[in-house]
């Protein structure tokens, strides 16, 4: 599992993507963040690592807007973003920045020197009407064919899986995706997503248990946290639904890691 700070997720509305998602013609968000988070870049910050993925998910309309639409998933941070090709700066000042670090002795860090003219900005998070926090699991599973065939082949298998169990568990499957709050507690979106490293470990899931989320006893063991699996075949969907997200159990035999909402490394 890739280091990461926040995983950014871009709904396309599409299944699969360019073998670099930025070579897609219609990848603007995605090229345009590379270009200022990528290694040497001017936002660079090993402290804030961010990971740049595409997703099936369809992104939420805007009304009356000439720009086009983008919609994005921020995790571990649980956040769901719309908004346009127009509105980027904005979004990483109000989603994507770290506060300023201060060293012991009062100075700034070097690594945040580099976007002192980008600072946070979270009071501006209100300019993006229908952001709101996520509180349904979300399953994202690579499919990303254009890139290795072994995920191209399996990520459809398994999102077609998660949505059969999920429902047969009084899930409620959300797809598309859409910014208004989701009325039940047991709602879930399954999508694909492009490359996040590992071909070998094909089928490769990463299941998002929003802090929210409640088992029938109490809160769950894995609120706020990612946990990813390697190797996941339809045989053990079913099992993954049982066990890690209505139980909060982890399963050692297919976990490859697991961040929590602070972006710490989970670990077993």
């Given amino acids: 599992m890739p280091s990461y700070a926040q995983q950014i997720v871009i709904s396309t509305g599409k299944d699969d993507w360019a073998s670099n998602i930025v070579d897609d013609v219609d990848a603007v968000l995605a090229r345009k963040l590379k270009r200022l988070f990528g290694r040497r870049r001017r936002l660079h910050d090993p402290y804030n690592n961010i990971m ?94 254009g ?45 694909l997503i492009s490359h996040i490293g590992g071909h070998k470990f094909a089928g490769n899931v990463i299941i998002y248990i929003p802090p929210t989320f409640r088992e029938k006893s109490g809160p769950s063991p894995l609120a706020g946290k990612g946990i990813w699996y390697g190797r996941v075949e339809p045989k053990h969907v079913e099992g993954i639904v049982e066990e890690t997200i209505l139980g909060g159990r982890v399963i050692a035999e297919l976990f ?8 710490e490394i989970l670990r077993l």
Wanted: aromatic fraction near 8%.
């Fill in 52 to 145: 740049i993925t595409h997703s099936s998910f369809y992104p939420t309309p805007i009304v009356d807007h000439k720009h086009g639409a983008q919609s994005v998933y921020l995790f571990p941070s649980f956040k769901y973003v719309p908004m346009t090709s127009d509105s980027i700066v904005r979004f990483i000042q109000a989603f994507l920045l770290p506060a300023p670090r201060i060293d012991v002795h009062g100075v700034l860090l070097s690594a945040s020197l580099k976007s002192r003219d980008l600072i946070q900005g979270a009071n501006s998070r209100s300019l993006f009407r229908g952001w709101r926090e996520v509180d349904e699991v979300v399953i994202l599973i690579c499919g990303h064919g």
């Fill in 147 to 191: 890139r290795d065939e072994r995920c191209g082949i399996m990520g459809p298998l398994l999102r077609t899986e998660f949505a059969r169990v999920l429902s047969q568990k009084e899930f409620e499957i959300n797809e598309p995706a859409i910014s208004a709050k989701p009325a039940l507690r047991n709602t879930a979106r399954v999508g």
């Fill in 256 to 263: 490859r890691g697991g961040v929590g909402q602070n972006g």
